[in-house]
T-cell receptor, first 112, second 113 residues
Framework: GQQLNQSPQSMFIQEGEDVSMNCTSS?????WLWYKQDPGEGPVLLIA?????ELTSNGRLTAQFGITRKDSFLNISASIPSDVGIYFC????????????FGEGTQLTVNP | KAGVTQTPRYLIKTRGQQVTLSCSPI?????VSWYQQTPGQGLQFLFE???????NKGNFPGRFSGRQFSNSRSEMNVSTLELGDSALYLC????????????FGPGTRLTVL
């Protein structure tokens, strides 16, 4: 199946630092979504991106839809302890209907 | 407004058994999707139902099946369980098939011994 390469796999940062993670693929996607999952919970949608070059913010989070349509990144500014969790990217191929392809996740740890 | 609920939250089965998991979507939502989450494979799409019809299906064997009822509640069934079926099974609902309206439930943790 289609693969999304998400990196880094894990990050250990100090409170207040900025964070950046990204997803890349050899396939072209027409939608990118970023989710956060806390332990024992389902993923929660953070940001949705629908066209190449789109840059969208949600509070301290900013995500961009890559111009090539094969990548996306998520930035978190001024991290706080509650940012801890697993962040997933998910992409939607043009031909896949509503079937999302997920990255493997980035485990974020924030040290106070 | 109540969120997506999944029952049971935890389940232990043995190889060869079958299991049925239930998902109640948010009131008014007609689309339900199911995903399998494992440490090695991440989140994998199982299937999607909209108005009682399966609209999309992932690359899983026929042992995995699902259905949706007229009240939009959905069940998924796994027959002849294998050790590798141990996973967190997540369902997500949305009012339409629009992905930015998709909300996930907390999941059912299935352990196969």
């Amino acid at each position: 199946g289609q693969q999304l390469n998400q990196s880094p796999q894990s990050m250990f940062i100090q409170e207040g630092e900025d964070v950046s993670m990204n997803c890349t693929s050899s396939s072209i996607f027409n939608t990118w979504l970023w989710y956060k999952q806390d332990p024992g919970e389902g993923p929660v949608l953070l940001i949705a991106l629908y066209k190449a070059g789109e840059l969208t913010s949600n509070g301290r989070l900013t995500a961009q839809f890559g111009i090539t349509r094969k990548d996306s990144f998520l930035n978190i500014s001024a991290s706080i302890p509650s940012d801890v969790g697993i962040y997933f990217c998910a992409g939607l191929l043009e031909t896949s209907g509503s079937r999302l392809t997920f990255g493997e996740g980035t485990q974020l740890t924030v040290n106070p | 407004k109540a969120g997506v609920t999944q029952t049971p939250r935890y389940l232990i089965k043995t190889r060869g058994q079958q299991v049925t998991l239930s998902c109640s979507p948010i009131s008014g939502h007609r689309s339900v999707s199911w995903y399998q989450q494992t440490p090695g494979q991440g989140l994998q799409f199982l299937f999607e139902y909209f108005s009682e019809t399966q609209r999309n299906k992932g690359n899983f064997p026929g042992r995995f099946s699902g259905r949706q009822f007229s009240n939009s509640r959905s069940e998924m069934n796994v027959s002849t369980l294998e050790l590798g079926d141990s996973a967190l099974y997540l369902c997500a609902s949305s009012r339409t098939t629009s992905l930015n309206e998709q909300f996930f439930g907390p999941g059912t943790r299935l352990t196969v011994l």
